[in-house]
């Protein structure tokens, strides 16, 4: 599944330049003719399925769109997004232009950089032509625009806002003594050695540990918002093996193996063998309690100076055998009823990307009546964002992240 991840490579350049520009789509201008083209097609949505409240979440989004426009909706659950996009990839070098086997997919950052560059996305503007975009907090949420620098132009759709958000059992824990930067968290963890770690790239929360850390320790930040130096990259990135140089030693099982992923994070939080864990959404911890997964006793924090925040998107292939279909969900997620229900702990708790101000008296007053729960940071307790890389930085650091430590797996 790793190697998929690799979907810039040259093997695949012959495939990429025999594409036209972006695949035209259904008439946008149009929504009678989608919503009636759409009946009866099956959408096949290709989305991380390692949350058990996300995978129930789009149980709901399925029933919905069912029994209100009869599109059926299937997710295919994914470890690793670049499967996806190695789907189309594959499809179209066999030639297979249509009826593909991806109608939408949930996707950011390097994957959707490599399909906009591979010409493999639906037309420019679909997104921004969809009926509820009109609610979408473009103004505020500068992410939105622009996926890990890269601007969207309309080629996929906002779902969810993410930030990084460190938790703790405050029943162990001080909050006094919790860490305020990375170079204080490396102090905590050598003066508690065994009770922080991280999962092991490609996973997502894994790599956006090591993009955080990098975002603090490079000398010379701007650097992350443009492409990789091949001339200054190791000495780019020497700070941040310096720095996991250090951490491994004193990190669960001294960094010998790493978590899987969050939900084996949140676990061995919640067995007492881990202390501090993090994640990329602000109400995971509130959802976690709820759910019976976590302590009533764990607590949020987050950096003072920052950090990593992006906006997740969904998106359409060019080659989509259900494109009515998928527009028809990529609308319903942007509506103030699917994204309150995701906003909710209780169902996710995934910040929306909607703009309280455009929506009705009664929809804001549903979204403020949300309890957020009682391990959920306020809006102005989250701290700045520190904006994401450019894609190609999380290409080179996790290909050399396994080159130096992926033998100890």
């Known amino acids: 599944m790793r ?11 012959a495939a990429a330049t025999s594409l036209p520009a972006f695949a035209a789509g259904p008439d946008l201008s149009d929504w009678a003719a989608i919503g009636q083209a759409a009946s009866g097609q099956t959408v096949y949505f290709n989305a991380w399925g390692g949350s058990e409240n996300i995978n129930a979440y789009l149980e709901w989004v399925g029933a919905e769109m069912q029994a209100r426009y009869g599109v059926t909706v299937v997710q295919v659950k994914l470890d690793d997004t670049a499967s996806a996009v190695a789907k189309v990839v594959a499809e179209k070098a066999a030639g297979k232009n249509e009826g593909g086997s991806v109608d939408l997919i949930w996707i950011n ?3 959707f950089v490599s399909m906009k560059q591979q010409n493999l996305l639906l037309t420019p503007g679909w997104a921004t032509a969809l009926p509820n975009w009109r609610y979408v ?3 505020n949420q ?7 620098t890269e601007p969207t132009e309309g080629l996929e759709s906002p779902w969810g806002g993410a930030k990084m958000v460190f938790f703790y059992d405050s029943a162990r824990t001080e909050a006094s003594v919790l860490p305020d930067d990375v170079i204080q968290l490396l102090d905590w963890a050598k003066a508690n050695p065994g009770r922080f770690s991280y999962p092991a790239p490609p996973d997502f929360i894994g790599s956006s540990f090591l993009k955080q850390v990098l975002s603090e320790v490079i000398e010379d930040p701007a650097k992350l918002s443009k492409p990789v130096s ?3 990259f ?3 990135v020497e700070p941040l093996f310096a720095y996991l140089d250090q951490l491994h030693p004193v990190a669960w099982r001294q960094g010998k193996t790493f978590p899987q992923n969050y939900p084996d994070m949140k676990q061995k939080l919640a067995d007492g063998e881990l202390d501090i864990i993090f994640a990329f959404n602000p109400a995971e911890a509130s959802a976690g309690i709820k759910a019976g997964e976590l302590p ?23 080659n989509a055998s259900a494109k009515e279909g998928a527009l028809l969900t990529a609308n319903f997620l942007i509506s103030p009823e699917a994204q309150l229900r995701k906003q909710d702990p209780a169902h996710w708790g995934d910040p929306t990307v909607l703009a309280m101000s455009k929506l009705s008296e009664a929809d804001r007053a549903a979204f403020s009546a949300l309890d957020l729960g009682v391990a959920t940071l306020s809006p102005d307790e989250l701290g700045p964002v520190i904006a994401e890389p450019h894609a190609s930085w999380m ?12 033998s100890g797996n």
């Open 296 to 318: 009533d006793t764990v607590r949020s924090f987050t950096f003072s100076g920052g950090t990593l925040g992006n906006t997740h998107f969904v998106a359409i292939p060019y």
């Open 3 to 13: 190697l998929m991840k690799r979907i810039f490579a040259a093997s695949l350049v």
């Open 137 to 139: 907090d473009v103004e």
């Open 395 to 406: 290409e080179r650091i996790e290909v050399e992240w396994r080159r130096r430590y992926a």
């Open 230 to 232: 091949e001339e200054t």
């Open 109 to 111: 950052g390097e994957n």
């Open 142 to 148: 500068p992410t939105i625009l622009t996926d890990f």
């Open 234 to 236: 190791e000495r780019d």
